[in-house]
């Protein structure tokens, strides 16, 4: 798989294969970190919920805080709902990092926005420790989206891919493993529809970033 940098707003992405999408098992999860950076920040939360290729959720999900070393930003603590008083008492990112990896098993993961910015920061966070990355497949519900329906010229944003599968939202957060669950049941929904059981981006896809609100 290649991710080619278009621009401060597009990326493109080739060589992703994906067979037999319908007969694979996911895990889907969020981080949440000190920063919107995926270059400087350090994760403070790892959420998770593992699916079925029938979309439906595992009634055990997976949720930790994770200590970071550098204090987490008062505009970031309000957006997280993460405070410095409860990550001080988490687990330190190796231990909150096995744990996750023993939940996920050989899955294939998936997150919103994984391949700008929660595959990234995981991939630093792990050689800042010396651990593997994870070695799975790793899926994001944006290109999934931008595969499916290239007709539509929007930023697949949490909130767009809401809107745009009618899902109900008012009783999770918009950072949650849960949420980017269900966000996925209607992706996979949509593919069966669609009849589209393998995915195939030989050729460039381009795919648009997400867009960041100044924090205040």
Not at 63 to 81: F, K, N, Y
Not at 118 to 143: A, I, N, S, Y
Not at 151 to 168: A, C, M
Request: glycine share 8%.
């Amino acid at each position: 798989m290649r991710i080619e940098q278009v621009s401060d707003a597009e990326y493109e992405i080739s060589g992703l294969i994906v067979e037999r999408l319908h007969e694979r098992r996911f895990c889907v999860f969020d981080l949440e970190a000190t920063g919107p950076d995926a270059t400087r920040g350090h994760i403070t939360q790892i959420g998770a919920v593992r699916m079925g290729g029938n979309g439906e959720p595992d009634t055990r999900s997976f949720a930790t805080l994770v200590r970071p070393p550098i204090p987490i930003p008062e505009p970031i603590e309000r957006l997280t709902g993460i405070r410095n008083a409860e990550a001080a008492n988490a687990p330190l990112f190796p231990e909150a990092y096995r744990s996750f990896m023993a939940y996920a098993a050989d899955r294939v993961m998936v997150t919103q926005a994984g391949y700008e910015f929660d595959g990234p920061l995981l991939r630093r966070e792990c050689g800042l420790h010396g651990l593997d990355p994870p070695e799975q497949l790793l899926l994001d519900t944006k290109v999934l989206f931008a595969y499916a329906f290239p007709e539509i010229d929007e930023i697949p944003s949490t909130d767009s891919l809401i809107r745009f599968f009618g899902i109900e939202a008012g009783d999770l957060p918009r950072h949650d493993a849960q949420l980017i669950g269900r966000i996925l049941n209607r992706l996979l929904a949509a593919y069966r529809e669609k009849g589209i059981v393998d995915i195939r981006i030989t050729e460039p896809l381009r795919v648009k970033k997400v867009r960041l609100e100044p924090l205040v």
